[in-house]
């Protein structure tokens, strides 16, 4: 089965008159519950499996807001001391970045570019028989080919929220991940539970959170579908290990000391932690 999908979407409204006097005497329908919104998401990403070929265009927007710029400009005078800041060249300084995102692939070849306006341009392909990396950097002028005998593909839809849910593996993948890991890495979704609600980009959404995979995922209240997904993290790396000491109740030296730690905790105890550390 050949799939064609591009990256517009065109709104429709159904209109339905409704009856003037509602019947009370009926409940209406069950809310669904975070387990079953996100086990539906995974039901529908799985789908991609079935398709032989795809190809998906997408323009590409971020903003940067006037105090992000501000901390990033203190960062970067800090690790540039006495250097003078290009503004014009530094592209998290900018207050609007646009691009465009192309992905691609059939049974034999995959296609990956990624064009940042004013920045740069990364296009990787495999034609079956060989790949090819080749970069540009339009700020500074240059560009570079690198060529691949197998096919040299990580985190291909990581651009998008869709396909980041459930866990997937495709032919052209770098590196092999065991479906439990990257499921759990995803967040399984009996761990997930809705605290809300939100308007998300002019949708409203069901707001669910998993503490354990540091998740957020905004889905749609009226057809179900993901609309958004956040990685919940400490906004300073500074700040990482502080934290961390106060949710366990230790006193680590370093973050090599704390991982050996993290990976001997139970299910149950690393619920917990994660739990203690949104908290702190």
């Not at 105090?67 to 300084?93: C, T």
């Amino acid at each position: 089965m050949n799939q064609f999908i591009r990256g517009t979407v065109l709104n429709c409204v159904l209109i339905v008159q409704a009856p003037l006097l509602a019947d009370e005497s009926r409940p209406g329908p069950a809310k669904p519950s975070g387990p079953e919104l996100v086990a539906a998401i995974v039901k529908e990403e799985n789908k991609v499996h079935e398709l032989r070929s795809l190809y998906l265009r997408f323009e590409d927007k971020g903003t940067n807001s006037p105090e992000g710029i501000a901390r990033r400009l203190v960062k970067l005078k800090k690790l540039h001391a006495g250097a003078e800041i290009d503004v014009e060249r530094e592209s998290s300084l900018w207050p609007e970045h646009t691009g465009e995102i192309e992905l691609a692939f059939d049974e034999k070849r995959v296609r990956h570019m990624q064009y940042s306006h004013r920045s740069d341009r990364t296009l990787t392909t495999w034609d079956g028989q060989r790949g090819v990396l080749h970069q540009e950097s339009l700020l500074n002028n240059w560009g570079r080919y690198t060529l691949y005998r197998s096919p040299a593909f990580s985190l291909f839809f990581n651009d998008l929220c869709w396909l980041r849910v459930g866990a997937h593996s495709f032919w052209f993948d770098r590196y092999k991940v065991s479906p439990e890991k990257q499921a759990r890495a995803n967040g399984l979704p009996k761990d997930y539970t809705i605290v809300g609600e939100a308007d998300f980009h002019g949708r409203r959404c069901h707001v669910l959170e998993n503490v354990i995979a540091k998740r957020r995922l905004h889905v749609d209240v009226n057809d179900g579908r993901l609309r958004g997904l956040t990685q919940l993290k400490l906004l300073d790396a500074a700040d990482y290990l502080p934290a961390v000491n106060r949710a366990a109740g230790c006193n680590f030296k370093d973050s090599a000391d704390s991982e050996h730690w993290y990976e001997g905790l139970t299910s149950g105890e690393l619920k917990q932690y994660n739990e203690r550390l949104q908290v702190e």
